[in-house]
């Protein structure tokens, strides 16, 4: 294989380009990397490269519903609705619920 063989693209500068790109290095490849933005500044920058174990499982979780009321009255808690609001975030809050029950958990744990 000649020098100009071993030469490689790789298109976008997010965590699958960087890691693409560092991995075909090791292997002996000039790697040039392209993208239009800063390296790391779109895609990877909310996760901060990470790959967290726990976003396997959903953000619903069983118990959870008995919570709700007291979240809802406290000013500083974790769950905030504007009662005007209420008739058209029902459905989605019913099936966020329902994705807390234990078969659903490991329904979807499995599946990720």
């Known amino acids: 294989m000649s020098a100009e063989d071993k030469r490689v693209a790789v298109i976008g500068a997010g965590i699958i380009g960087a890691c693409s790109a560092a991995y075909l290095q090791r292997a ?3 790697v040039m990397i392209f993208d239009r933005n800063e390296p790391g500044s779109q895609t990877s920058y ?4 990470s790959l967290s174990p726990s976003a396997i499982l959903p953000v619903s979780m069983p118990g959870m519903v008995k919570n709700v009321p007291a979240w809802l009255l406290d000013r500083e808690g974790p769950l905030r609705l504007r009662w005007w609001y209420a008739p058209i975030a029902l459905p ?3 099936r966020f619920l329902r ?3 234990p078969e659903e958990v490991r329904r979807i744990a499995r599946a990720m």
Do not use: D, Q, S
């Not at 909310?46 to 490269?49: Q, S």
């Open 28 to 30: 002996g490849f000039e």
């Open 46 to 49: 909310g996760n901060a490269g």
């Open 92 to 94: 989605w809050l019913v």
């Open 99 to 101: 994705f807390g029950k």
